[in-house]
């Protein structure tokens, strides 16, 4: 059972200085979540969601206590070793979708490969199998601009899954799209989560995101309002 | 990786083109300020050269300590073995000797009686022979205001505004009142060829300019002159090697007790010119060190700013795991190819600009008009050594201290900061 533990923070405390007065982003969080879980933090703005997300994805560093991914605590790693559990464990997908521009699709999808040294043809193969995942491997020589809203986050999705990462973390994936396109990208999500068992990490405050959740974790002024996991799968659209 | 940063460069021009644009406008400017400064300084040079310095000059020594006087008693002899001996050691060299003298001269009316008098500065140099050097050194035929150039023995030219002031027209008698090597009164009939305006107000006030054969024959100075000039070919002043002949000449020929034994002057070594040359020397210096410091500011910042632009596409590689190092290092690696090839174009268009100005230069005459500088009235670039790789200081240093500095921010900064900063 402990080794199913993915990600445990303790007593987490972020605090960002502001002039005289600190800001308290988030005041001792204590979570714990499980190889395929399926997961949202929700909240309202400001409530600390995006803050909680770049510590487990060892973007961002803690105030005070800790954050363990993967067996490592996230305060304590080099340069080096935090870039090394983003590449190989951690995939991200924004708000904005932030695709490279003036790369194609392809392109986008192969850099985190490029990191790690996987050789061309099986580069070729792993990017081509995740596009198939998100239904766009006949795009894969456009160009983001050339993408709708929709499309642009399944490449961000293909992007974030092309290492068959453990743990994926959506920062509000669907505040830019609409509804059709919001079911779209989640129900993409839930198939990877239960076809690969990728753990899902989830920040928003969609009602068509949090309905597919199994897990709602609600964040109030940086501390842990509640935290229930759902059992019964509301109707979808 | 390097064919996706490649690809990246190319693509996107705001990395690529503009950046490489702005070190190639820099590194041009650098490049032809150089040209520039340097061809302005050597022109200045050559003036004096051409005048009166030349590169080196040769004189007796005593003459050497009294030459604002134009003593033509203390004048070299025998300077017709002198020239063909310098000739023979320094084939890399043009020699030319000239008379410096002072004298009378005096405009007679009708029935030979004195008109006008006037003091006279002569210049006694090879003009007669078509093939003497003085013919480019002093432009004559471009300075002929009336008449024409000398054609024979006893033609001279005398300046303009002497002429007017005497009322002489070309084709009129004058006689030259001087005294001969050995002290004796000296009187010798010209014919007045052409008027000439130098543009030098030393020369323009009362020169006379007549074939050295004759001048030495009317002071008794045969095979005699005050001095002997030295060019160098490329007709540039070269401030170590003249200084360094002149050195050698004098250790061989000159007697340190014989006032009359020859010794060589490097042209900053007459008249106060060595000053001259080193305040022009310095005053390029700081103006070519300002104007890099400008430059170098200006690419920096533009890799600055290049740098901030990129922060989206720096959070997206730190978040898919990009070590932070890496990242820096590729960024420097854009900046350097980025500051190679701006320097390279740079440069090369700078040489352009500054061949096309040495070979044609730029004509200042109408602001010389009132003065009295000894400048020429074309201005030319001068390319040199150091143009060719002057640039690359400004444009690969600055540019790659500028990607350097500014992504300095991508360590300092959390990498979530990166994206706040794309998102507002
Ligand atoms: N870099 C920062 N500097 C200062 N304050 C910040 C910074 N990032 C976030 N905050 C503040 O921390 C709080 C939580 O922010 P965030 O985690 O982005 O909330 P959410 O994602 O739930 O909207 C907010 O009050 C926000 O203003
Ligand atoms: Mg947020």
Not at chain 2, 223 to 243: C, M, P
Request: hydrophobic share 45%; aromatic share 8%; glycine share 8%.
């Amino acid at each position: 059972m402990e080794n199913d533990i993915l990600i445990q923070t303790k007593d987490l405390v972020k605090i960002y200085p502001m002039g005289s007065q600190d800001l308290v982003a988030l005041e001792k969080v204590n979570l714990t979540f499980k190889k395929g879980e399926f997961a949202a933090l929700v909240g309202p703005s400001g409530s600390g969601k995006t803050t909680l997300l770049n510590i487990i994805g060892s973007l961002d560093t803690p105030t005070r206590g800790s954050a363990i991914v993967m067996g490592l605590e996230v305060e304590k790693l080099s340069h080096k070793k935090s870039a090394e559990l983003r590449n190989k464990h951690i995939g991200f997908i924004f708000q904005t979708f932030n695709l490279l521009p003036v790369y194609t699709v392809y392109e986008n999808v192969e850099f985190p490969l490029l990191l790690s040294d996987v050789p061309a043809s099986e580069r070729k193969q792993r990017v081509m199998q995740a596009l198939e995942w998100v239904k766009l491997a006949d795009r894969h020589r456009s160009k983001p601009n050339q993408l709708s809203g929709g499309q642009s986050q399944r490449v961000a999705v293909a992007r974030a899954i092309v290492k068959m990462p453990s743990i994926v973390l959506a920062d509000e994936p669907t505040a830019n799209l609409d509804a059709e396109n919001s079911h779209n990208v989640m129900q993409i999500m839930e198939g990877l989560n239960k076809e690969l068992g990728m753990t899902f990490i989830f920040s928003t405050h969609d009602e068509k995101v949090v309905q597919y959740m199994r897990r709602i974790i609600s964040l109030d002024d940086g501390r842990v309002a509640k935290d229930e996991f759902v059992k019964s799968v509301k109707k979808r659209v | 990786m390097i064919k996706f940063l490649i690809k990246g460069l190319l693509r996107d021009r705001s990395k690529s083109l503009f950046p490489v644009l702005t070190v190639t406008a820099g590194v041009t400017l650098v490049v032809f300020a150089i040209c520039w400064v340097g061809g302005v300084q050597t022109n200045m040079m050559s003036a004096s050269a051409h005048f009166r310095t030349g590169h080196v000059k040769i004189m007796t020594r005593a003459y050497a300590e009294q030459s604002d006087l134009l003593p033509v008693d203390l004048a070299l002899v025998g300077t017709d073995s002198l020239l063909g001996h310098l000739k023979a050691s320094y084939p890399g060299m043009i020699w030319t000797q000239r008379i410096l003298f002072a004298g009378l001269l005096d405009v007679p009316d009708e029935s030979g009686e004195t008109r006008e008098q006037g003091t006279v500065a002569g210049i006694a140099i090879s003009v007669l022979d078509p093939g003497s050097p003085e013919h480019k050194f002093l432009e004559m035929e471009k300075s002929i205001v009336r008449g024409r150039m000398p054609q024979k023995s006893y033609d001279c030219l005398i300046s303009e505004t002497f002429a007017q002031k005497l009322k002489v027209n070309p084709g009129d008698e004058v006689t030259l009142i001087g005294s001969t090597m050995f002290g004796a009164m000296s009187m010798t009939n010209f014919t007045v060829a052409g008027t000439v305006r130098f543009g030098i107000s030393a020369l323009d006030r009362g020169a006379l300019i007549a074939d050295i054969t004759d001048v030495q024959t009317a002071l008794d100075m045969d095979n005699g002159a005050s001095e002997i000039l030295g060019f160098f070919t490329d007709d540039i002043y070269h401030r170590e090697k003249a200084v360094d002949l002149a050195e050698q000449f004098n250790i061989k020929n000159t007697d340190p007790d014989g006032e009359f034994s020859p010794v060589m002057l490097a042209l900053e070594q007459q008249e106060g010119l060595a000053g001259m040359l080193d305040m022009v020397g310095m005053m390029s210096s700081v103006i070519i060190t300002i104007f890099i410091v400008v430059m170098s500011i200006v690419l920096w910042n533009a890799g600055l700013m290049g740098n901030i632009r990129r922060y989206g596409e720096i959070g997206v590689r730190l978040a898919m795991g990009e070590a932070k190092g890496h990242l820096y290092r590729s960024l420097l690696l854009e900046a350097f190819a980025i500051g190679i090839f701006g320097s390279l174009i740079g440069t090369v268009l700078g040489l352009i600009v500054s061949f096309y100005l040495q070979y044609h230069g730029i004509d200042i005459t109408s602001f010389l008009k009132d003065s009295t500088i000894m400048l020429p009235d074309v201005m030319r670039a001068r390319v040199t050594s150091s143009a060719y790789f002057i640039g690359f200081l400004p444009g690969v240093c600055a540019t790659f201290l500028g990607a350097a500095i500014s992504g300095i921010g991508v360590y300092k900064r959390q990498t979530s900061q990166l994206f706040k900063e794309l998102e507002v």
